[in-house]
């Protein structure tokens, strides 16, 4: 065969096969098309059949199925129950089948007295076949209805979601509306993945969804709910709030703001201060944040923890000056600097490092835009994006800009663990897959740093009061002026502890807030050390047993935290 008959043959063959193969791709494509509307058709079927079956008209005179989608239970890290559905008749009408309008709304207004009888007749008096009347009534009300036997008056089931705890954990949950559809926290979250899927395609009625695991300890969450609300009565305080982190996973705890609201009454989250505090308020946190400010430069290498600054005298910035509260008139060395809050070393400390490395550390702790977490209500930090000399001064004592307590939490958390921020979340979360995803912010030599101070701090500072014997606290205080009326206020101020235990290998970071508190009596004071702090001590004193966290009063666990550098120069 000549080379043109064989390569015209070898064509010819190969465009039959692209044919072939082009007609079995055609004919795949087809029978997949066919399949796919099989399967809307049979889902599409179901969802008609469940429709018709829920308002289709009823002369048994018997309950209807159940009509509203079920959620699935939410459960703490233990298991214990934090929302559950349960069965609630609801009452309805079919206003075609009504006889006597009179005699119904006489009969029906008897029985649910809160209902507004104009409203009610004009409901009941139409051609409509299925009209509310009431939903989520109790079994008692169900009965004493269906014993006056009205015709075209009838109930369905309907699931309701219910909160065991009420208000323990109010912001941690939200609340669904009347439909059990979330309007609020992690059950909206929940909403916007798997949930709202399956009840949109009719597959969450009546049925139980896996169960939802939260990162949250209801023991400690009691705990911390219960120290809150004594505070307010305490120290006469407009609001209290608090959170604890898992350092190692970023695990959130407990998380608590007060006032709150019953989740079982989702109107009662629309009075007057029951937000999210935590997440969702945004505040100058005072001087907490000179604890960022201590890692800040000694990260940078510029500062040394054996460092010394002049504390003599304010510092001035033109016609202004920064001073110390309770100045100590005297050069003081970085650890005196933070065990005495001293204003003028940290500015100085901060100095050392510039504005602009000082801002963009800030930066890199989280302290821009909103906190991350499972949580739809959620501010963003409200923070220059460069410093002047004066707001970088102020900044770095913690005024002059405003952050959410969960922004701190975590950037606490990153400072005592190692060095590593990690994400805050709501769910269960390892420690491997926690590492995998985090970043490093400071060096490990940084955080021992830290961990020191801290320790320091509650040994020897104004975090005395947070320290239960045995626990190994670490922490620091805050107290910040509020502003009223553009001006700052030494009449209201807000109280912050920020804290870590056990320092000696940390586990867990907390803050607390107390808003705009009171003395508690004529010996005590109203700084933060006062309240915040002794809210704080309280706590870890009742939750770090049933953490695992065991006291321990070894003075050599405190002793190996003072840094090498310290204990060859004896400055300890």
Partial sequence: MSDYATTHSSTITLEGARKARGHMTQSRIRLSLIVALLLFGVVGARLINIANTEVAENNSGHERPALTATRPEILDRNGRQLAVDIQVPSLFAEPRRIVDVDEAVDALAAELPNMDRKLLRERLDGDEGFVWLQRELTPQQKDRILRLGIPGVDFVTESRRFYPGGAVASHILGAVNVDNVGIAGIERHLDGKDVALLQELGLARN?????????????????????????????????????????QTGEIVALASLPDFDPNEPATALEEGRLNRITAGKFELGSVFKT???????????VQITDRFDATKPVRFGRYS???????????????????????????MMQ????????????????EGAPVIELPERTSAQIADSFSEVSAATASFGHG????????????????????????TLFPRDEITALSSSKQVVSERTSNYIRYLMRLNSLEGSG??????????????????????????????????????????????????????????????????????EVTGRIIEKVA????????????????????????????
């Fill in 207 to 247: 049925r139980s969804l896996q169960p939802v695991n939260l990162s949250i300890d209801l023991r400690v969450q009691h705990i911390m709910h219960n120290q809150l609300a004594d505070a307010l009565v305490r120290y006469q305080a407009i609001a209290a709030a608090g959170v604890m982190m898992n350092v």
């Fill in 292 to 302: 960022m400010t201590m890692a800040a430069t000694l990260d940078s290498g510029l």
């Fill in 322 to 348: 920064i001073g110390d509260f309770h100045g100590k008139k005297r050069v003081l060395s970085v650890p005196e600097i933070y065990k005495y809050s001293s204003n003028i070393g940290t500015i100085k």
């Fill in 352 to 367: 050392m490092i510039g504005k602009d490395s000082y801002r963009r550390f800030l930066g890199k702790m989280g302290f």
């Fill in 401 to 424: 800009f405003s952050v959410t307590p969960l922004q701190l939490v975590t950037a606490i958390s990153a400072l005592v663990n190692g060095g590593n921020f990690i994400e805050p």
């Fill in 464 to 533: 005395r009061k947070a320290s239960p014997d045995g626990y190994r606290v670490g922490g620091k205080t805050g107290t910040a002026e509020k502003v009223v009326d553009g001006r700052y206020s030494s009449e209201k101020s807000l109280a912050v502890f920020a804290s870590a235990f056990p320092m000696d290998a940390p586990k867990y970071a907390m803050v607390i807030l107390v808003d705009e508190p009171k003395r508690e009596n004529e010996k005590s004071g109203r700084t933060a050390a006062w309240n915040a702090g």
């Fill in 545 to 572: 047993p049933m953490l695992g966290v065991m006291p321990n009063q070894d003075p050599e666990i405190d002793a190996r935290l003072v840094p090498a550098e310290l204990r060859q120069l004896g400055d300890i």
